[in-house]
């Protein structure tokens, strides 16, 4: 990938695009608001993963062509590219009205404009035990899992069947490339069947592709059931309508797709079949609504659920969310007559099909291959460049928004710098209301703004312990960061033995219209309001400012008992760290646009663990040596916890974040780890991959020095209290770092 620069973005925010679904339209959406941004435009997307696969790819996958990533377009590299945050989370409802889009786990996201992409979702309850019997092959990321799984069961068993139910082309590559699986397993009695409801293979093709894919699958020896249908799953058997009763111990579901259930509910004009009505312009029966791919049906056309037709209509959506944005015309989108398809058995042959002509050859599977690899290299590999803008595209501005501040040409600093009083107090309301919808029904308590002051009570025989962080934008989602931030902050507090009690907040803010600060403001707030909830702890106030990036940051207040011991570390001592290391690593990476979604993710969960777990079991096990390990990295943070003392740590024994030493031996690291590195005085020449001892961490573990004959009891007690924790090394008598 050619990294040229992050992109900057520092026009004030003024309208709000959410897009819902990282499906074929949206992805190209995305990026081409990378390639053309429109100053002043907030981007998100909502996606249930990090990735989104390409089922194009899925029967390479399964066949042994390809590897798990090769299929997954890279959703966090491209939203980055598109300067738009993500948000992983899975969409439950929508309020056209309020507009706003309800999640599984947290609070609601505001709109101006919205696209829906999401795809349809196999209906599983429509045949009597699918549920408990049969794999569905939607969602593509699930299916991946349960192969996972698969190849575990395969093991015990020699004489395999399998059945696909779904006799369209997905049914059929399904079916090919589970034949090329079993082979490469070794399994050599295998008995696999395909059941179609139609009596001609590939329901609306000419009968030359029936013939040609009929030959492909005999050739493969899969036994082929047509004018048929599966009625009942029961454990190991299938029993269909005309009576047949299939013995089968694993069943995959490419049956017809259905319309995700929360869209009934969304007052949009929808289908029969529940699937959401779009014009010409890929819009909804709500104008501010745009929809493309299988979730939807465009007026006028009856096209059958294919990604060919999301992918032609990105371009259109791209064009028409952008036309409505900047007020100016729409275009019509007219679908493609002919397609080619390409049906693969997932390793060397492809039936072809263009209009009336079908032929079966290996020229086919390779030009599936060249078509498909391309598709997802246009979406991963990408150039980045930098876009500089003070001012919003001044078809973002109404008339009423003129004498907004964050318009002014000049900008006040200091306390000029603030955020509109009506922003911060209708921010608070509305993460208040947000947080009743939310599954968590607790309210959060009284904010006031209105005071300059918290009080804080100290009760008798106790100390109050403080302690202040800020973080910069590591992640894009506002919610996300703050509930990294609010983790971070309370870690201090924790380490020095306190019970945190309450918080004041810092939140410095990109500049943005008044209407869309209260939004980002909301969901700091609703973020922050999440651990300090579960953590008892009271949000007391706080101050905003306006800055180039988004920057939060707490104040944490703790109480502890007067006459608290801090018990130091001794010689001998064991230390114990409870979060892996390499977080520094996978954000460096990630700037670069070269982070793995996976290990982006391991990083992400690290950062989200609270180390309030952790803190207890010392303390209750009278442990009092405790530190964190943040930004200086392991090895300062071990020598300030072991002083006068200093440290053997083990490296094979100190747990990574997976993908870490990759990306070390690319000679990709954090800024900072070569000042850790001269801090300590390191002087002796260590392995790339070792200097992960210097990574800076955010929201980083705990580090004890526990007694010897005590660490085996405290590292099971940690386990049981799922905190992840590993004995690195121990406490020596000499004042330096010795790396083993
Ligand atoms: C085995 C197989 C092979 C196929 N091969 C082809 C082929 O070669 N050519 C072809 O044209 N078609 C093919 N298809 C059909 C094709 O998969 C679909 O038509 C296509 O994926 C639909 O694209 P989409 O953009 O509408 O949605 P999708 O590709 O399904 O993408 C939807 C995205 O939205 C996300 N999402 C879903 N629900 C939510 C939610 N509630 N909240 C947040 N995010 C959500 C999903 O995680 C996903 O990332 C194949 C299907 C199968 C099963």
Known sequence: MNFKNILINTAPTTHDLVLIGGGHAQISVLKKFGMKPIPGLKISLINKNLTSSYSGMLPGYIAGTYNEEDTQINLLNLCKFANARLIVDEVTGLDIFAKEIHLKNRVPVCYDTLSINTGGEPDIKKIKGAEKYSIPIKPISNLIENFHKIKKELKKIDNVSMTIIGGGAGGVEIALSLKKFLDLENKKEKNITLVSRTDNLIKNSPNSVHKNVMSLLYKNNINVVLSDEVVEFKKNTLITKNGKRINSQFNFLVTSISAPKWLSDTKLEITENGFLKVNQYLQSSNKNIFSAGDVCSVKNFNL???????????????????????????????????????????????????????????????????????????????????????????????????????LAEIKCLGCGAKTQWQSLNQGIISAKERRKLGKNDQTLKNININSDVSLIKVPNGKDI??????????????????????????????????????????????????????????????????????????????????????????????????????????????????????????????MRGVASPLDYEEALNSMLTSNHFASKVFLQNNITSITDVTGFGLARHTLNLTKPFGAKINIKDTPKINGANKYLNNGIYSSLAKSNKEEINFNKNIKNENSIIFDPQTSGGLLAAVDRKKSKKVISELKENNCYAAIIGEVIEKEEFELN
């Not at 391309?374 to 990408?382: E, H, M, P």
């Not at 990109?510 to 579960?534: A, M, N, V, W």
Request: with cysteine; hydrophobic share 40%.
């Open 304 to 406: 059958s659920k294919a990604g060919v037709y999301a992918v032609r209509q990105g371009p259109i959506l791209y064009k028409n969310i952008r036309s409505k944005i900047l007020k100016s015309q729409l275009v019509s989108y007219k679908p493609q007559k002919f397609f080619l398809s390409l049906i693969g058995d997932g390793q060397n042959e492809a039936v072809a099909t263009w209009g009336p002509l079908s032929f079966r050859s290996k020229w086919a599977w390779k030009l599936k291959r060249y078509i498909d690899e391309k598709f997802i290299r246009t979406y991963n590999d990408l150039k980045f460049m930098k876009m500089e803008s003070f001012k919003p595209h001044p078809n973002l501005i109404s008339k009423n928004n003129l004498t907004d501040p964050a």
């Open 465 to 590: 312990v403080q302690s202040v962080d800020l973080i910069s934008s590591i992640v894009n989602d506002p919610y996300t960061l703050s509930r990294i931030a609010a983790l971070h902050s309370m870690s201090d507090v924790l380490t020095s033995g306190a019970k945190p009690v309450s918080a004041e907040a810092i939140f410095i803010l990109p500049s943005g219209l008044k209407d869309i600060q209260t939004r980002l403001i909301s969901e700091l707030i609703s973020g922050c309001s999440y651990e300090f909830l579960r953590h008892k702890i009271h949000l007391n106030g706080g101050h905003t400012s306006e800055g180039q990036e988004l920057q939060v940051g707490f104040c944490i207040n703790g109480i502890r008992s007067k006459n608290f011991n801090f018990i130091k570390p001794k010689v001998g001592d064991k230390l114990i760290l409870t979060k892996p290391i390499g977080v520094g690593i996978i954000l460096a990476a990630h």
